[in-house]
């Protein structure tokens, strides 16, 4: 229909059910790969993997919205300068939240301000229940409406 906004829907209008999130993984380890899609789909979590940090920064600052709420980050698999790289996020205005995985340097855990540091080996189901602890897979909730009482 030509004239109407694209985001108004007649009443009654049931729209497709998105994930509760996003997700962005990067790491080289293919069997580290397997395991967290594993723990993330009971979570029902939509997770895209990349194998460099350069990707990392064009999907979650370059690219158009929507993105990815939380970084899962192998820094095992990172070189030192991929590291300093990843600080552009941060810099550049995202404030998603990182899950770090293996080795990480505590000043790099305070600068890229990472939620939770979860060291290998991966212990059972830890990934999922981290993320559930980041709060990613929350629904939002209804504010509370003031009444200016006069």
């Known amino acids: 229909m030509a004239g109407r906004h694209p985001y108004v829907r007649a ?35 939509d997770l895209k993997v990349v194998r460099s940090v350069a990707p990392v920064i064009a999907a979650l600052i370059d690219d158009p919205p929507p993105r990815a709420q939380l970084l899962l980050a192998d820094f095992d698999a990172l070189s030192p300068g991929d590291v300093v790289q990843l600080h552009d996020l941060r810099e550049r205005g995202w404030f998603g939240a990182i899950l770090g995985l293996g080795r990480v340097p505590a000043e790099f855990g305070t600068s890229l301000q990472i939620r939770r540091i979860l060291p290998r080996p991966l212990a059972g189901d830890a990934v999922r229940r981290a993320v559930a602890a980041i709060g990613l897979v929350d629904r939002t909730r209804r504010i509370a409406t003031l009444r200016n009482e006069q």
């Open 11 to 45: 009443r009654g209008t049931v729209t497709p059910r998105e994930a509760p999130g996003r997700a962005l993984l990067v790491t080289t380890d293919i069997e580290l790969q397997g395991m967290i899609e594993q723990e993330l789909a009971v979570l029902e979590i």
